[in-house]
């Protein structure tokens, strides 16, 4: 069991830092982007180093007492607040914010943890290079969170996940020691993948305090294109021909459902829709050509051939970076429109590429048996990856439905399991979903988490309740 | 303490199989590629499925018997020998060598771990995808050993190690669980980055049975080019400027020394040199492009832009496939005049590649300081990773420098350390570099290692004195 991190306790620890690295938590750290939890922690620490960091996890390793990592604040799954048991202490990376180098012949960035995702983009563009993670929150989380939950993003078909993307990591074990792991290495088969290991366990291992970042050229051409396709199946042919032709280079394949594009009519009618009227199903692909090749070019030679192919009825390619722009605003602002109308359960499921239509079919059919619920399924579909939403019916409100939502949810999930995909894709456990972990996690694979869990944080204090139950 | 595979136990277990399972190690599971160490091992196991994999794990952890997992037997660390301590039972996967699966719409390809890396390649290759990994043993190594060592190659630097072309694994963990980890999905954040943990854990955490691969597009265009470079810095130069031209389109980088095509000229006549004389340094670099690009254009383009820099002074374009695979026989080639030469001392460092000139520059020195030895400096200098091996002068016979052989290896990696490098690239840890893991492996990661090991494999049954010292 935990104890609480009290003014005692925060006053003892302070003690040993520099002034002002203890304050009272303010509301903003004890709040989260769907409202569903409300932290309980009184105290939040700001270190300025790994150091600092490392006497902190010390002390509270010493106490037993909780840590709370906390980034920008912006995940979806509850893994930055607790609102139960001890109060955790939080301790904030956002002092902890520089870019300490940038090394453009390596394709090489060390971002700290508390750099905003959109600073280390900044940091890369500066040097003539592309960091190429990118989420609607960017300009909030930081790279620290990123890590912690394997953030993924548009950009994950071409580059991977924010796990592709770090070379090393700096960061504070359970027991307060400090990995120096800032490795700047393309090789480096020595002893187990500890880096991994902490990409994506949500705070659970240890606090990421800095990473090595790997960055790319930036392509020579962009070309951006909206194509209205027949259905997601055929949206799944048009990636298959587009890889094709253009190999690795289709670096977004954004499907996006007639419903989110109603919602955006419906309550935010300043975002411009590309046709009149919109199709069922309409793609937002991106490609980025080396030097020699014309995107425009490219991108109508994949509408000829999947017009030919019979699978687009209408395209639009970008003329203007504006234009561009415009594709983007509306791909963006699906998140907004959704939160505008209020959804009743919300998914962030991936399934194999050969089972994408059979589960949006089924997923639908399923859902629409419960009642009438409107659907809005979208998002990063070369990956796998659907953001299947539910909504009440037109004129009504989701607190109606609160009580549908878990049976809702089951169905969704139960569904993407059977078609060996994930009920995380992209946001992580946190503890929202410790419970669906549990439930579809294999039980080899849960046992040897715990087992880590165990091994590296003996008395429970990183991150509690967050992945796993409290033991 | 561990107890030994004997016939009494083997006896007992094979009781529990189908007939055939256990037989008496052959002498070829008990050598390895360098003839370092001789394995004593009386008994082999070649389970058919997952299923008896498990059977025998539980087995051996139940009578705390140690296990080493083999694949084709090609490392060059010694994972796969032990030839002190009770014998352990081999575990050969060779009888699980088929592919369960190809999904070329997805671009993924289930293999059991005994398929050859070669084997794995053709199925890609009938399907019309590509499978990048790539290395000189490919024919005979096996893709459950790629994985377990984590696996480089030519074509790390467009498409990655063996960790970053697997989605999934099967496995049997050291209790004898079966992992059903056979994922097809490019996004799955619930929970720890198991598959990462095992992929490098040289099988000291569990023996890897079938994976998940992920193909990519064959490239419409291949190049080929050998380029004479002034030095290794010009070397690195012309990378960033083949990058910022091409982008990821460089799928190999490879630079050659003049000890190494010496070494050829003298042992391995029949391989054909490109130049007369050999340059200092060459380059050899394959391109893969996509649709509308004409490879040796984008080569030619390459090599004026690199001559007006003065990084260049001579190059070929391969204008056929006989020229290209003649290229690539001159490279592969290498290893095999360096054990006809014999080295003193091989490495299989990494540093970054900002570091790469200067490491060059300072392991000659350094080496030469200590005697007239004939350095071969090889390798895939994209990812920052050199052979680096010294060879005694001419006419003088490795045996002789047998008493210096640690001192020089110390040298060299002390070097590749101090510059923020790596003293396994590629090849892992095995047996041979575990007390070079101590020395140079940051502290906090070795105790964390060692808590993962302790916590998984409590006996220490996989693989006991791989990576880590028994305990």
């Known amino acids: 069991m935990l104890n609480a991190a009290d003014a005692n306790f925060a006053e003892s620890l302070q003690k040993d830092l520099p002034q002002d690295t203890l304050r009272p938590a303010e509301p903003r750290y004890l709040e989260e982007p769907r409202g569903t939890w409300q932290g309980n922690s009184d105290w939040v620490a700001l270190p300025r180093n790994v150091e600092e960091v490392s006497r902190i996890v010390r002390a509270c390793n010493a106490a037993q007492v909780g840590i709370i990592p906390y980034g920008g604040g912006t995940g979806l799954v509850g893994g930055q607040v607790t609102g139960s048991g001890p109060a955790p202490l939080i301790v904030s990376l956002e002092r902890m914010s520089a870019i300490r180098a940038v090394h453009p012949l390596e394709n090489v960035l060390i971002a700290e943890a508390g750099a905003t995702l959109a600073e ?3 940091a890369a563009q500066e040097a ?20 912690a939950t394997n953030a993924g993003g548009v950009n994950v078909l071409r580059y ?20 120096h792991g800032l490795r700047r290495l393309r090789k480096d088969n020595t002893g187990y993948d500890l880096r991994n290991l902490l990409i994506g366990a949500e705070g659970t291992l240890g606090i990421i305090t800095a990473a090595v970042l790997k960055l790319s050229p930036i392509p020579a051409g962009r070309g951006t294109a909206i194509m209205a396709v027949r259905d997601p199946a055929a949206a799944l042919s048009l990636l298959s021909l587009a890889r094709n032709q253009m190999g690795e280079t289709v670096s977004a394949f954004e499907l996006i459902d007639r419903t989110g594009t109603d919602f955006l009519a419906e309550t935010m009618p300043q975002v411009r829709l590309p046709f009149d009227p919109m199709p069922e199903w309409i793609v937002l692909t991106e490609i980025g050509l080396p030097r020699g090749l014309e995107p425009s070019e ?37 998140p907004l429109a959704n939160r505008h109308i209020g959804s009743i359960a919300s998914h962030d499921i991936s399934v194999p590429l050969g089972a994408l239509a059979e589960f949006i079919r089924r997923g639908k059919d399923a859902i629409c048996a419960e009642g009438q619920f409107r659907i809005n399924c979208f998002g990063h579909v070369g990956d796998g990856n659907l ?40 946001h992580g456990i946190g503890r929202l979903k410790v419970e669906d972990l549990s439930r579809y996690g294999d039980p080899a694979k849960l046992s040897a988490i715990r087992a880590i869990k165990d091994a590296l944080d003996p008395h429970g204090i990183m991150n509690p309740g967050a992945v796993l139950h409290r033991d």
Chains 1, 2 share one sequence.
């Open 120 to 122: 280390v983009q900044s």
């Open 128 to 147: 003539a290079r592309l960091f190429p993670l990118s989420l609607a929150s960017e300009g909030t989380a930081r790279i620290g969170g990123n890590l």
């Open 160 to 179: 991977g996940n924010a796990r592709e993307l770090c070379l090393g990591l700096e960061a504070v074990l359970p027991d307060g020691q400090i990995w």
């Open 298 to 334: 490219a991108l109508e030679d994949l509408f000829a051939a999947a017009a030919e192919a019979e699978l687009v009825t209408d395209g639009l390619i970008a003329q203007s970076e504006a234009q561009r722009a415009e594709f983007w605003t509306m791909r963006e602002s699906i």
């Open 387 to 426: 953001h299947f939403n539910i909504f009440p019916p037109v004129g009504r409100s989701k607190k109606e439905f609160s009580n549908v939502k878990d049976g809702l949810t089951r169905i969704v999930h139960d569904l993407a399991h059977e078609l060996g995909g994930s009920v995380s894709a992209e």
